[in-house]
């Protein structure tokens, strides 16, 4: 695990876990369903998986990409900038939590 993903060689994965103001937890869902649809798109072929998990009000995004490149690119595009502005209105000051992982060498 790491707070950061530069030196990464290969598929980079992403853990995030955020917890949802009280009363807000559908606007997170709808903007994790407009990003979910984004990486399932030819918009983004390095996006191998955005699966979103949800208990309560609590949320757990798995996101997979290819190379480090194609997770640069995801962060870089006009749909990840305009639903990351909205999202720090929506969550718990202080409840986002990302960690990137690579595949264990076994």
């Known amino acids: 695990m790491s707070a950061t993903f530069e030196t990464f060689e290969g598929e980079v ?24 649809a984004w990486c399932e798109s030819d918009a983004e072929p390095g996006c191998d998986r955005y699966e ?28 990840y900038e305009k639903t990351e502005a909205k999202i720090p209105q929506l969550v718990v000051e202080g409840s986002l939590d990302v ?3 690579q595949p264990a060498k076994l």
């Open 13 to 36: 994965n992403v853990i995030v876990r955020v917890t949802a103001k009280p009363g807000k937890i559908q606007e997170v869902l709808e903007y994790s369903k407009i990003i979910k």
């Open 52 to 79: 979103v998990l949800q208990v309560g009000d609590e949320l757990c995004i798995l996101e997979k990409y290819k190379d480090v490149a194609a997770l640069i690119e995801h962060t870089k595009s006009e749909m």
């Open 99 to 101: 960690k990137f992982w």
